[in-house]
Structures are given as C-alpha cells and as structure tokens.
C-alpha cells in the first residue's frame, strides 16, 4: 500500500471517529479521549489499515477466545506497539459479533496526590525521557546562571529515563508519582451505552464499522500503561496531579519536548488552565514518515533547523503560535568534544578486538531495529567495506536499548573485514568525533557528526526509514554496497571535497554552541509578556522577542 493511500486513509478513520466519537468521554480539563489518546489510537488504525489493505476476505471460522489486539514490545523505549489481529479485523468488519470485554468504568484517584507543599516558580518545565531531560537541562542551566528558577515534573516511569539530579541551584525535580499510571479501568467509551451502529467509513479497500472502531480502539487505551501511553484511568489521575501541581506552583511558563503524546497534551491544557505560556523545544529530527501525529500544542515553537520552520508551521494546531529557530540545546557541548580522545578510543577497540590498525575507521550508529533488518544493514555495510581496498575498519556502535547479544552473530559472519563494537555506555556518541565516516539510517548521531565535520553516509535500503539528511545535500545517500564503497573511496581520497556547506548543516540543525542560551532567551521573552505588575524584571542575553508575527525569521531567531 503505498504511503499517501495509507496516510489519507488513515486521516480519513481519524476524523470520522472524532467526529462520531469524541465526546463519548472528556476529561474534566475539557480535553475529548481522542485527543488525548490520539498518538496511540493513530498508530492503532495505521496498522488496522495496513492490514485490510492487504486482504481480500477477512478469515473465518475464527475461535470466539481469539483476542482482537496484540501487544507487543516496541524498539522505542517505553513504547507498546498493538497489532490488530484476524478475530480485531473480522469484528471491526460485522464478521465477528463478539464484544470485547468491558472492562471498570471507574478511575481510582486515591493515592496520587501532588506535594501539599511547593514554592511558586516563574518555569515548569515537564520530562518523561533521557532525551527530554538532555535537551532541557542545558536551558535549565543557563536559565538558573539569570536567576530564573524552574521546577521540572519528573514524570518518568523507567529509571534509565528519569531526569538527573540537578548540577546547581535553582532547579527542583517533583517526581510524579507511578501510581498515578496503574493501568486499571475507565474505558473511554461507556459500555453500557450503546454505540450507534449504522456510522461506517471505507478504509483500505472495505467498509467498517465506526461504532466497532471505536470499541477496538478504547479496548487499547483501556489497557494502555506507563507515562508513554497512560491509559484512560492514568491519563485522568495525570490530569488532576497536573492541574494541582500547576496551582501550587503558579508558573508564567511551561516548557517540554513533546506536546503531543497524552502527557504532553494534558500538560498543555493544564498549563493554560493557570495562565501560563507553553514553550515547546525540538528534541530530536522531524521526519514525515515517522511522525504519530503531525500536530504541535504550545504557543512557541523552539525548533532545531531551518527545514523544521515550515513543518512547524504546518503543523501547529494553533493561529497566535511562533517557531523560532534555535538550534539543539543539547549539541552545545560538541564544542568542547575531545576528537583526539575519540580517535585513540577507535584505534584501541579495532586493535583489540579486529586485530587490525586499519587507516580509516567508520562508525555504524546502530538503531533498534529487528535482528532480521538489523542483519540485512550490516551485510550491505561490510560488503561496502570489503571492496574499499581494505583500507576502512568498522565499529558498531549499539543503540542504548540494544544489548550486544545482538550483534554476536553479525561478527560471526563477517569477514576479512576488521569489525569491533564499541561499549553499550559509549556507543555512536562516545566516539563519532574520532571517525573518518559514519554510517547511519536514522540515529541523531548523523546530526552530531555531520555539525563535527564528520562525513555521513545514509544507509536508503528499502522500508528503512532515514532523516532525509541527503536530501538537503548534509549526507551522502547509500542505497546499496556499491554506494558505500564509491563513497569510503572518495573520502580516503579527498576528504575535503566531501565537507558539508554551512547552508546545508543550517537546514539540518543551527549550531553556534548557544542553543541553550537561545531557547532560554525565549522563555524569559514569553515571561517578560506574561508577568503580573509586581514580577521582578528579567534578563536576557539576546535581543527582545518580535511583536505579532507568527514567526520569527531564521536570522532572528538564531540570535535570540
């Protein structure tokens, strides 16, 4: 099925359950279970599309103990990915006449109370992932260096990703409680109420019933857990802690990195319930094809490239909102990065364990994937290698949610080619600055390298998603080993002749070494304008935020 039938189909499901369904269930904020849970239920539907438009028939004869979604573990941390099954596609069809089973209709509030003490901070700013504290901490940072404080609400479930101790004063961590995402009860559409039953909508090829749609989906987000895709119950529970916190600590600005997620919604809401401005900052690459839900929430928009003004403006879901463009807080420190100290890393991991000094060494910035794609990129990888004269090393580098049993059997089957992995705790990061290429699909590594000077080649194999960095002239596009190996020779030959424009790495990522600086100007502007008559006065190192326009033009905003 090709993209754009999957997307407008899929857009198509989306609007006529909102429309049909939305206000089945609304969380005292005012906020329908379907923008809530809108991420969740989209990627629901996308492979419930996938699905009907790969079958003519659905099956029959389905046993009744059959369940109708699957869950199963995702490569994103903290992610459930749901598979519609044989018996979900028949019932959402008429085929099947089953119900799901319901589940308590009531969400337990008990036990989840917020601080009964917090003193009022002018920030608040909201984390749920290590790439969301390590965006933020730097602005925390430079905002605390002014004598701005700011509270962060922790709202992590995972210890990897909670957010680190502060490094200073002048920044507060409340952790949200985990009992607050107990996955128990509240279906977000009643099952006692009966659903009408003559809505349908055509989606792959057939017709399906939206009234069982709707049912399919609340099955899901009943049973939903975590801070990544709380379920209905937990988004309720986290609406109240939020709105309670929020009035304790009566904030002129939130800010987060992601606000379209259920928490970063309900955040949203809750902030503008107490009069704050929302500030939202780009943690990692927009990519079209890989985004749940092209949406954006917060009034300001703090934005990593030039390429990601226009997707910003297109996505906004709001008429007063502005996008600067900033640059990423958290490549400030590539900087000071030790590139002599990265490059004896390398020698000394191929001497060890390929038992080789090779004169050029290439990183693979590995990401998550299956073992079988896993296997199918290296294969291309050493073969591209294998014909470079024998002049290129390789280092895998593992992705941080990868362990290394992954890789034993590639470098079983690799030969005579000097292949080492680097450690889990130092991966792709640790050591790309001593590289003379990295090879990459879709790790933000390319990015950092790519601001390093780093040569980039991007791994285009079939239905591997990438960061479309070649297509913006930042990387050198490989679709096969072919590829690779014309593009190792032409770096061990002229490596100046490979070097990214500056106009290029602009469109990709604005990198001045004050991003932080930058996003924290940004924040002090949004407070400067949201200040009671008696706040202190604030201080900026930039210039003043524009009046009015919905966006502050690229020259601007990298000063700010």
């Known amino acids: 099925m090709r993209t754009e039938t999957l997307e407008r189909d899929v857009e198509a499901l989306m609007l006529a359950l909102t429309d049909a369904y939305a206000k089945a269930a609304v969380t005292p904020g005012g906020l329908s279970w379907l923008r809530v849970h809108h991420v969740p239920a989209r990627r629901l539907i996308a492979r419930l599309v996938r699905r009907l438009s790969s079958i003519r028939e659905p099956a029959r004869d389905i046993e009744e103990s059959q369940p109708f979604v699957v869950a199963h573990d995702s490569a994103a941390i903290g992610y459930v990915s749901y598979d519609v099954t044989e018996a979900g596609v028949a019932y959402v069809l008429g085929r099947q006449h089953v119900e799901p089973q319901p589940e308590p209709t009531t969400a337990h509030l008990e036990g989840t109370e917020p601080p009964t003490r917090a003193a009022s901070t002018p920030v608040c700013a909201l984390s749920w992932s290590s790439r969301h504290a390590a965006t933020l901490l730097p602005v925390l940072v430079e905002l605390a260096d002014r004598g701005v404080p700011t509270t962060v609400v922790d709202a992590s479930t995972e210890p990897e990703q909670r957010f680190p101790e502060p490094p200073m004063p002048g920044i507060t961590v409340v952790r949200m409680p985990e009992s607050v995402f107990a996955p128990e009860g509240g279906p977000p559409v009643p099952w006692e109420a009966a659903l009408v039953d003559n809505l349908y909508a055509s989606a792959g090829g057939h017709e399906l019933s939206l009234g069982r749609l709707a049912r399919l989906v609340s099955y899901v987000v009943v049973r939903s857990a975590g801070c990544t895709q709380p379920s209905w119950a937990a988004a309720l529970r986290a609406e109240r802690w939020l709105d309670e916190i929020l009035a304790l600590l009566r904030p002129r600005a939130l800010v987060c990195s992601n606000d379209t997620s259920p928490l970063g919604i309900l955040a949203v809401g809750a902030a503008e319930r107490v009069g704050a401005d929302t500030v939202y900052v780009q943690h990692g690459a927009w990519v079209d094809s890989q985004v749940g839900w092209r949406a954006q929430h917060c009034r300001f928009i703090a934005v990593m490239g030039a390429r990601d003004v226009r997707v910003a403006q297109n996505w906004t879901r709001r008429a007063d909102a502005r996008t600067h463009l900033v640059g990423q807080p958290r490549f400030d420190a590539l900087a000071n990065i030790d590139s002599v100290r990265h490059r004896a890393y390398l020698r000394d991991l191929m001497e060890a364990q390929g038992h080789a000094q090779p004169p050029r060494i290439a990183v693979w910035a590995c990401q998550p994937f299956s073992e079988q794609r896993l296997a199918g990129q290296f294969d ?181």
């Open 380 to 560: 291309v990888v050493v073969e591209g290698l294998r014909n470079a004269t024998r002049r290129w090393g390789l280092v895998i580098a593992p992705h941080p949610a990868q362990s290394l049993s992954a890789f034993t059997p590639l470098l079983d089957s690799a030969e005579d080619v000097a292949v080492a992995v680097a450690a889990p705790d130092v991966g792709a990061r640790g050591c790309l600055a001593g590289a003379d290429a990295l090879i990459s699909a879709s790790s933000t590594c390319g990015i950092e390298a790519l601001l390093l000077d780093v040569p980039v080649l991007e791994l285009t194999l079939p239905a591997t998603p990438t960061l479309e960095l070649a297509e913006h002239g930042a990387a050198q596009r490989c679709t096969s080993a072919a590829e690779i190996t014309v593009s190792l020779a032409r770096i061990d030959r002229t490596p100046a002749a490979v070097r990214i424009p500056d106009a290029a790495k602009d469109s990709i990522c604005r990198w001045n070494g004050r991003s932080a600086a930058a996003v924290a100007d940004l924040v002090v502007g949004v407070m400067a304008q949201n200040s009671a008559p008696d706040a202190p006065a604030l201080r900026t190192q930039g210039p003043p935020m524009t009046a009015n326009p919905r966006t502050v033009p690229a020259t601007e905003g990298a000063d700010q």
